[in-house]
């Protein structure tokens, strides 16, 4: 019998990416969202999220198993990848190298995004997280840099991973289908940027809509 | 006009030794391609400062882009070097081995990795036997003009090379054998041992390691719609891994 352990393994991290984590990216920008109507209504939304009861288990299943399988395994398949945009220099092979660098950037990000504002109150003392704190931590602009880029990689890496999602799994396979899924693609990769900057900036009372 | 034709050419005198880089000028003759200079160096084996050398080695064989036998890296895209006309090409023309496959010497590189490929997906049509078949089943012809491009395939190695997903960390089958599997599934002949091939590109180094760069489908001389083909085939596969579990 043979091995179909890789192939099962990657049909999962590319799965994983769209499912839960993309969907979970839309919830986290929508609860964001929150920020433009003030600290009142932001805090409320953290109160009750932390709330939530057993909170830790939708986190750990929905987040941080899939979020740490398909990083830690995307790592694995961007080590098997050898990238040559020096002689091949298309928009597709340029697509790939984007793929994978916006990927390893947006998990360095996560890592350090989850043990600051979610577990920043074990791992580093820092108080109860609130609106305040939080635009206090915006208003230092290495802060605000990171996460703009953390999030748009993120935003990037989700759009077209939906892109390359559909030809893995058979969705799109002629080349008229996959062209209108390149558009979807950087669309949600604009809006999603765009969504999350206009929270980030509802901060430092900034936001656009 | 120019006056004369150079070309750099990367050089190995065997399987284990290390490169070098020759240049040879030659004098200009309109509508030459990158072989019949190939053959003039053999011809006249100088190179630019006039050394005596040993000739360049390569392989041809049909000479009208249909065998792929002369594939190599020309000025850095790896193309067939019978279609690559030195007209066209900016000079100094650089010549060198197509890098994802063993060396053999000179330009002459060991393909044999993808015909293993094609034996390993099962890329043939079983119809032995002792008695009379009768005259096969009818093809429709809207899967005909398809499958025609897919049977096209020289496995000259273009979309091997251009692959960045074909290299010595990965196990990677490459496009050629996943568009075959496609062409042989698709013949009415063929189904029989359609899901065999699925299984075969579903162990390690099959399809799932496609890593979408595309790039496939542009260095391929012959136009094969590799990516549709790739990703006509991820679809068989799901359906044979999910729905296909699902009928048990």
């Known amino acids: 019998m043979a091995s179909y352990r890789s192939f099962v393994l990657r049909k999962l991290q590319s799965l994983a990416g769209v499912l839960p984590l993309g969907i979970f990216f839309f919830v986290h920008m929508t609860l964001n969202s929150a920020a433009a ?79 600051v504002f979610r577990y920043g109150e074990i791992f580093f003392g820092i108080p109860e997280l609130s609106f305040d704190w939080i635009a206090g931590q915006f208003t230092n602009p290495i802060v605000f840099a990171i996460y703009l880029i953390g999030l748009f990689c993120a935003a990037f890496h989700f759009g077209n991973g939906i892109y390359t999602f559909c030809i893995t799994w058979g969705i799109t396979v002629g080349a008229k289908s996959q062209k209108v899924v390149n558009y979807l693609s950087w669309i949600i990769c604009i809006v999603f940027t765009l969504y999350g900057l206009n929270s980030m900036l509802a901060f430092l009372g900034k936001n656009i809509f | ?69 002369c594939s190599m890296l020309i000025n850095g895209k790896a193309r067939q070097s019978c279609s690559a006309l030195i007209d ?52 429709p012809e809207k899967t005909r003009s398809w499958a025609y491009e897919l049977s096209r395939c020289m496995t000259c190695g273009c979309c091997m090379e251009s692959c960045p997903q074909v290299n010595p960390s990965s196990k990677f089958i490459g496009p050629t054998a996943i568009a075959q599997v496609r062409l042989m599934n698709a013949l009415p002949n063929g189904e029989n041992d359609a899901e065999e091939r699925l299984a075969a590109l579903m162990e390690p180094g099959g399809v799932a390691e496609c890593g979408n760069a595309q790039n496939c489908e542009r260095a391929c001389p012959k136009e094969i719609p590799l990516l549709t083909s790739i990703a006509a085939i991820n679809r068989q596969m799901v359906a044979k891994s999910i729905f296909g579990a699902l009928n048990k």
């Open chain 1, 37 to 115: 109507k003030g600290g009142g209504v932001y805090n409320t939304v953290i109160e009750v999220m932390r709330g939530f009861p057993n909170i830790w288990v939708y986190e750990w299943a929905i987040i941080f198993i899939p979020l740490i399988f398909h990083g830690v395994y995307g790592l694995v398949i961007w080590w098997t990848g050898k990238s040559n945009v020096g002689r091949y220099g298309f928009y597709r092979n340029w697509m790939y190298l984007f793929q994978r660098l916006t990927g390893i950037i947006a998990f360095l990000f996560l890592i350090y995004h989850v043990f």
């Open chain 2, 1 to 69: 006009m120019p006056n004369d034709i150079r070309l750099k050419i990367k050089r190995q005198d065997s399987q284990s030794s290390t490169p070098y880089w020759q240049e040879f000028v030659l004098p200009y003759r309109p509508s030459l391609n990158v072989i019949s200079c190939l053959m003039e160096i053999q011809r006249n084996p100088v190179d630019a400062t006039g050394k005596k050398v040993a000739p360049v080695v390569w392989e041809c064989n049909c000479l009208e882009e249909v065998c792929g036998a």
């Open chain 2, 88 to 139: 066209r090409l900016e000079q100094p023309v650089v010549l060198e081995p197509l890098s994802k496959f063993p060396a053999v010497r000179d330009l002459v590189i060991d393909r044999t990795v993808m015909f293993n490929n094609l034996k390993r997906v099962k890329a043939w049509i079983n119809i032995d036997g002792t008695h009379d078949q009768g005259p096969g089943p009818r093809f």
